[in-house]
Structure formats: structure tokens, C-alpha cells
């Protein structure tokens, strides 16, 4: 397991307005088997203070862990849909994350994962979002 500074900017366009985020922070890296994960807290900056979030790394997939306050998985697969559980503190549903486009390059030292995607609820599509996410060994 390594210390990695994180540095995240994600955008979410719904058709009428553009919400974007950028996020420094500290977290962790570690490989277990051909799975790579970056784990990180989240802040008052992305509204999900309370939430410990991983992103799992594994043949081009990535799968993104919420636990705590908001709890939810997400599966980034260019070209696939899936249907994903998103928890808020309102309550849980399934929503659809279409994903256009997932790239990876990870190794020892950093590396950086980001992916563009539509979200679906209730078959109503939401706009397109995107995040980029990278980090380094401190």
C-alpha cells in the first residue's frame, strides 16, 4: 500500500448547465492481483463529506465504490451499459451508466484513470459527465 496525492476533476452537463469539481487530496494505491485500487475521503468540495470512495481497476474496467454517507457502485465500461445502486441519504435507486469513453494507464509510481458517461434514470437520460482522475506516490 502507498501514500498517493489525488488529483480529480470531474464535470456533469445536463443539457443546461455545466457543474465541474476539482479535488486535491491524499490517499492510497495498492495492487492485489491484476486489480489496482485508489482510495480516497471525499470533502464538503464534491457535497459527499462523510464518504470513502475506491476505484477498482481491473482489464479496462473500472468500478467506483461510495461507503459512508453515500453509499453506491458504478461500473465504467466503454461501449457497455450497467445498471448501477446509488444510496443518498433520500433513499436508493438504479440508475443506467452508459459509458462512452475509459481510459487507464496505471503503474508503480501513478497513474491515471478517466472516463465519459451518461447516466439513465428511469430511462431519461441525464446529460453527460466526465472525470479524470490522476495521482502519484508522495
Request: aromatic content about 10%; proline content about 1%; charged content about 25%.
Amino acid at each position: 500500500m502507498k501514500d498517493v496525492i489525488i488529483s480529480l476533476k470531474g464535470r456533469q452537463n445536463d443539457g443546461e448547465d455545466i457543474e465541474e469539481i476539482e479535488l486535491v487530496t491524499e490517499g492510497t494505491y495498492y495492487k492485489e492481483g491484476d486489480s489496482h485500487f485508489v482510495t480516497y475521503k471525499e470533502t464538503e468540495v464534491t457535497g459527499l463529506e462523510g464518504t470513502t470512495t475506491t476505484l477498482k481497476v481491473e482489464n479496462g474496467v473500472v468500478t467506483l465504490l461510495r461507503f459512508g454517507q453515500n453509499n453506491s457502485q458504478l461500473i465504467f465500461e466503454k461501449g457497455q451499459r450497467h445498471l448501477c445502486c446509488y444510496e443518498t441519504p433520500f433513499g436508493a435507486f438504479t440508475i443506467g451508466v452508459n459509458s462512452k469513453i475509459v481510459n487507464v494507464d496505471m503503474n508503480e509510481g501513478g497513474g491515471e484513470i478517466s472516463a465519459q458517461y451518461q447516466i439513465e434514470i428511469d430511462n431519461n437520460y441525464s446529460g453527460i459527465n466526465d472525470f479524470h482522475l490522476q495521482f502519484r506516490e508522495c
